[in-house]
């Protein structure tokens, strides 16, 4: 979904104000290890990404309750998968493993104050449902919000057999804190790690198959995309490790989700964003890595 508080910063972007000492020190992705594909007009909201059955897996944010498997190599939709059971408000990630797919009804920035915030772990054959639910102990103000103000905010998580790990979006402090709480059902409190200054906001994340590496995805507030590669992090000290922060030479890119679909490749998409005399289409992004690990 197109986030109506961005606009401030792209006034400063335009005017050629935007650019900070940060964006020295980082690393940009040579055009020659990307590919893009269009993605179908179907998927202008695409939220969260997963690669299972040599398909990309993604649906849109907000209240649709699908998967869309996409072909790697055209981005073309070619499989749906239709959770008729699912309700949500406000679907921003999905994960999985050899048996699960788990749908993130997290995101919060509409004013702040959900209090239902949940995971739908889905078994992959039944379609049967377990519910998640979690709280952040660190919130105890609930007093409602403009959009786009909270930091208790998240489009991003990990599955691990034991724990779900989940990446805050904080749109003031502009970091992201890591939380883990148990992957199974019931009612849990978030229990805080650690946080990491990204100058942006966090919208997506995954694990290579090896689990040696980490990708988060992010755009800033005046819609610069970035990744975040992860390594040598010690069990699930994730964000205690190496960081190195990897620049896509584009402006004007909402990217919301990952997916790792080698040990060194990766997949990114992009919604579509639209405002007066700038258009950038819904995207499916191939990265090849291997230089950088």
Known sequence: MFHRGILSGLIFLLAGTAFSQEKKATVTIPDSLIRKFPLDDQLKETSGLIFWNQLLWTHN????????????????TDQTIQFKAL?????????????YFYIGDIGN??????????????????LHIDTIHFSYPEQT????????????DCEAFLVTDSMIYLFTKEWNAQKTTMYKLPNNKGIHKAKLMQSFQVNGLITGAAISPGRKHIILTGYTKTLTPF??????????????????KLMVNRNFLQVESVAFTGATTIAITNEQFIHTFIKSPQQLWQIDLKTFF
Do not use: C, M
């Open 109 to 126: 920035n509409a004013t702040g104050t959900r209090t239902d915030l949940r995971i739908f772990k889905v078994h992959k054959t039944s």
């Open 141 to 152: 103000n609930f007093s409602s919000k403009k959009s786009n103000a909270t930091d208790f």
């Open 227 to 244: 990744l975040y590669l992860l390594s040598e992090f010690n069990k699930d000290n994730f964000l205690g490790g190496n960081k190195k």
């Open 87 to 99: 309700k949500v408000k406000d679907w921003e990630e999905l994960q999985h493993d050899a048996h």
């Open 61 to 76: 944010d907000d209240s649709d309750n699908s998967i869309y498997g996409i072909d790697p190599t055209t981005g073309k």
